[in-house]
């Protein structure tokens, strides 16, 4: 089994700033990327960012781009995302996520509990 440990969310004023983290830990034998998702209330779950394993890509939506960044430390197997110039359009339970080789030799992605980011004045 893999467990994916979120933290960082809370509650910011708009253009204010956040940093989110995400570590996994279990039956890894390896990564090949982790990244972050994203559903508002009454939405579907979208991607945020992505983070690669191996040569440190990141994707990134359009409605982020400029203002968030991903990054990641795969020794810790441990994702990042530094979110700037947040809009209230960004408050979203926020999903880590995880594409995972197995230490029984099988690719699995695994999903965090989720983390509330509020952004209001």
């Known amino acids: 089994q893999v467990q994916l440990v979120e933290s960082g969310g809370g509650l910011v004023q708009p253009g204010g700033s956040l940093r989110l983290s995400c570590a996994a830990s279990?039956?890894?034998?390896?990564?090949?990327?982790m990244g972050w998702n994203r559903q508002a209330p009454g939405k579907e779950r979208e991607l945020v960012a992505i983070y690669t394993s191996g040569g440190g890509a990141s994707v990134y939506a359009d409605s982020v781009k400029g203002r968030f960044t991903i990054s990641g430390d795969m020794a810790k197997n441990t994702v990042y995302l530094q979110m700037n110039s947040l809009k209230p359009e960004d408050t979203a339970v926020y999903y880590c996520?995880?594409?995972?080789?197995?230490?029984?030799?099988?690719?699995?992605?695994?999903w965090g509990q989720g983390t509330q980011v509020t952004v209001s004045s």
């Open positions: 279990g039956s890894i034998l390896s990564i090949n990327s």
């Open positions: 996520q995880a594409d995972v080789e197995t230490t029984r030799r099988t690719r699995i992605d695994y």
